[in-house]
């Protein structure tokens, strides 16, 4: 089984050899050494897809580490400034006191600006309108959040700077103009050839210099990053795809970047659209606990955060593919509330439906193992059975989708209501049709109509492939929370289905509430909890948190300030346990007929 987690990534990498290349740059794998994927390339320049855009409304950003500072400076140049409306930009920091300005310059000179400092942005408004060229430049330092992606990291081996930090016109988030991308790396120092020690990537592809056609909201939703890395490219008819690592993983990221490469190749082909748009897997490797790690859909990319010595396993596996279906799936088709207010209660479908996919395409090309397919499967079950609002129905949860476990849950419930629908299709069809081909006809008619499709498009759908009692259905599951039957046949005849014991996820106190503390403070430490039972006390302050989120059969290591003492506890985080349903690997079916 293990060895067919190569066969997507050479046959994509072979079609790239074999068809008459639009990138000279492209380097082939070996195909006599199965393990041989492509080399690592120097940073590659754009695409034709990314070439230099036409002239008209344009800015430049360049951005230049300060180590000493552990910050950067910035430079915006806005061409064609009075074509942004408005005089005001904002900055989308954390810490409004992470953000300094600088000056505020066009063609007659100097601007004088005034600042409006809120919690989570610096709003800056220019005193006049700006006459030809207009150029912003500023100061941000570094903000890292644990547990969550850096809003800033520079330090002297790696930059990583979200589109956030970048100081944008507000008023022209749907203007599309050319944009060009610099990140300076001669702070990082040069080889005695003269090359820099370092290598960049961003959202739109490997290097340190990029011109794309972007509009505001993209530019926020990118990323940049610098340091000693590593590069590859897959160039093929059904689209460019670009991948750049920093660092050291336990993993070879090279036959990974195909593995994802020709995963976006299928899920165009399940949807019936090849995207023409260049897509980036972005790998950041950092210190933590196994088990800990952060896959996000940012603007044309996916960025992956992975402890360093995480193996490449079906958990990794399939959030990244989540995340690389969200192409279609969450940006394109979408199913719920239009009102951004009311988002949350479509999680079942753009959260839950998604996993339930990525999961299912993986386990059909061998990506994924039947094990790993038992314990993704189980640990959906486990947030059912143990969650303490496991009976409250979708739009009560939505309303509190911030609070601690509300997501999970809906994740969870949207997984495993997929899992039904989609054995239910199977086997009303004979196997000939599936989930598959609803969605790809959902996605269809979301392109037509330009827009969310309502739940009703959904309810339709299900009705016409299964019948017309899987309405009430929907409606007990997903709508009210209530029980969901699964068949044996469920997953396929690898899978047996049993009844197991399922611990809840807890660390003992609030951490949401903990971490808004200033300094964070400990925060609903139960005297008979994890926490307390480790030596943990409430209103300890909390200096360092490594957790898995949603493994309680992993340890945490929770450091802590007690006066002149610092503390270290470790322990699991386990909370009531409950019983429920739960899947194993049947040891009398062969691995090549686990697939339904």
């Known amino acids: ?9 050479l046959a994509l990498a072979a079609a ?5 290349p639009t990138n000279a740059l492209l380097r082939c794998p070996d195909p006599t050494n199965p393990r041989a994927a492509p080399s690592t390339p120097k940073p590659l320049p754009a695409p034709p897809a990314a070439a230099k855009a036409p002239e008209g409304p344009g800015l430049d950003v360049t951005i230049r580490p300060v180590l000493a500072a552990a910050s950067i400076d910035v430079s915006l140049t806005l061409r064609g ?3 942004f409306p408005g005089r005001v930009f904002s900055i989308r920091t954390p810490d409004p006191k992470a953000f300094q300005m600088k000056e505020a310059r066009d063609a007659r000179g100097t601007i004088d600006t005034r600042e409006d400092t809120r919690p989570d942005h610096v709003a800056v408004e220019l005193a006049r309108a700006p006459e030809g060229e207009l150029r912003l430049t500023y100061n941000v330092a570094s903000r890292v959040t644990p547990g969550k992606l850096p809003f800033l990291l520079s330090d002297p081996d790696r930059l990583e700077v979200t589109g956030d930090a970048l100081l944008l016109p507000d008023a022209a988030r749907a203007l599309r103009f050319a944009a060009k991308l610099d990140i300076d790396l001669s702070p990082y120092g040069t080889l005695e050839s003269g090359a820099s020690v370092s ?40 689209g460019h795809d670009e991948a750049a690592w920093f660092g050291y993983t336990a993993f070879d990221p090279r036959p990974v970047s ?29 210190p933590g ?19 360093v010595g995480e193996p490449w396993s079906g958990p990794l596996r399939i959030a990244t593919s989540v995340e690389m279906l969200r192409a279609w799936v969450g940006e394109r088709l979408w199913i719920g509330p239009e ?17 339930h996919l990525a999961r299912d395409m993986l ?44 997501v999970p849950l809906l994740v969870a419930r949207g997984a495993l209501y997929a899992l039904h629908v989609d054995a239910a299709i199977r086997a009303k069809s004979g196997g000939q049709r599936s989930l598959q081909e609803v969605l790809r006809a959902l996605y269809t008619k979301a392109k037509e109509r330009r827009g969310p499709l309502p739940v009703a498009a959904w309810i339709d759908a299900m009705k016409a492939e299964i019948g017309p009692s899987e309405a009430e259905v929907f409606a007990e599951v997903i709508e009210r929370g209530g029980k969901l039957d699964l068949p044996e046949s469920a997953l396929g005849p690898c899978f047996r289905r049993e009844t197991r014991r399922y611990e809840r996820y807890d660390l003992g106190f609030d951490e949401v509430a903990t971490r808004a503390q200033i300094p964070a403070m400990l925060v609903g430490v139960r005297p008979e909890g994890p926490a307390a039972k480790a030596g943990l006390r409430e209103g300890d302050e909390l200096v360092e948190a490594l957790t898995s989120a949603g493994r309680s059969d992993v340890p945490v290591t929770i450091v802590v300030q007690r006066g002149d003492d610092r503390i270290t506890a470790k322990y699991r985080p386990a909370g009531p346990s409950a019983s429920g349903r739960g899947w194993s690997r049947r040891k009398d079916v062969p691995d090549e007929k686990c697939t339904k």
């Open 16 to 20: 790239a050899c074999t068809t008459p």
């Open 199 to 238: 290598g960049a990537a961003t959202s739109f592809g490997i290097g340190a210099s990029r011109e794309v056609l972007v509009t505001v909201d993209e530019l926020r939703g990118a990323v940049m990053l610098a340091g000693r890395m590593g590069t590859a490219v897959f160039d093929t008819l059904e």
């Open 289 to 307: 606990p196994l088990g800990r790690f952060v896959a996000a859909r940012r603007t044309r990319s996916v960025l992956l955060h992975v402890a």
């Open 339 to 355: 009102d951004p207010a009311l988002h949350a209660e479509g999680a079942w479908f753009a959260e839950g439906v998604v996993r």
């Open 81 to 83: 400034a009075g074509t």
């Open 363 to 406: 386990f059909r090309f061998g990506l994924v193992t039947p094990l790993e397919v038992a314990d993704e499967v189980n640990g959906l079950e486990s947030v059912i059975t143990t969650s303490p609002r496991g009976k409250e129905g979708n739009t009560a949860l939505a309303k509190s989708f911030r609070e601690p476990g509300v």
């Open 258 to 286: 195909a593995d994802t490469a020709a995963f976006r190749t299928a899920a165009g082909e399940l949807f019936g659209e090849r995207s023409p748009t260049p897509q980036t897997f972005l790998i950041v490797p950092e």
């Open 1 to 9: 089984m293990p060895s067919r987690s190569f066969v997507l990534a």
